[in-house]
């Protein structure tokens, strides 16, 4: 996954740091290209070397709040799961690797992963974790993040893919973090991913981490 540079998209992440009295916010806004580079070719090698194609389907974990059968017989009982195709998994196993060099996310599993109902749906849920924390702040911030993540990979034509690992393997899994989503936006026609990924911690661990928090402020992003 190649990393594409974007300014404004800097600018959104750095202005996703923000520290209030209850809790601080570190939140980061990237686009990849789907094209891979050399070490995750050998990586791809390896994800299909079991004799399984990059067409095959695999299901994924339902979205919070949402209840599947996961069973993939057709049982007429349960609602069926969701489900991915091994290349597309692949492409976000790649871009957790490249979003976090730290951590090795090769053996991660279909079920670490869940399909979004919709647009709609993320939105709500972005904002139920960040209006609170991130107050004036966020609300100048929500409608230019939206608009660059639509500038990147045009949205309504975009799959929406979530991360949702175990403490052990999750990346913001440490002590005094309060609650951590990961988004992927997947153009397929476009090959091309945005992950938003954010995280809320307690002020002292975040002071700790040494990560520059803006206050809550007046500011304008465009």
Request: overall charge negative.
């Amino acid at each position: 996954m190649k990393l594409l540079e974007s300014g404004h998209l800097e600018a959104l992440s750095r202005a996703l740091s923000i520290l209030n009295g209850d809790s601080a916010v570190q939140g980061r806004v990237e686009s990849y290209s789907c094209k891979m580079a050399g070490t995750e070719k050998a990586f791809y090698k390896r994800f299909t070397a079991d004799g399984e194609t990059t067409h095959d389907l695999q299901a994924l974990s339902p979205p919070e709040g949402v209840s599947y059968s996961r069973s993939l017989s057709g049982d007429e009982d349960g609602v069926l799961c969701d489900t991915i195709s091994r290349k597309t998994l692949f492409y976000l196993i790649a871009t957790l690797n490249a979003a976090f060099p730290d951590y090795d996310f090769s053996m991660a599993k279909s079920s670490e992963f869940s399909a979004e109902p919709s647009l709609s749906w993320v939105q709500g849920a972005v904002e139920a974790a960040l209006s609170t924390v991130g107050g004036m702040r966020w609300r100048q911030l929500r409608p230019a993040l939206w608009a660059a993540i639509d500038k990147e990979v045009l949205l309504p034509e975009c799959r929406i893919y979530s991360y949702n690992p175990d403490l052990a393997s999750d990346p913001f899994g440490e002590p005094g973090c309060l609650w951590a989503f990961n988004y992927f936006f997947y153009n397929r026609k476009l090959k091309r991913i945005v992950f938003f990924t954010c995280r809320a911690m307690s002020p002292v661990c975040a002071v700790d981490s040494g990560v520059d928090f803006a206050m809550d402020e007046d500011e304008e992003y465009n």
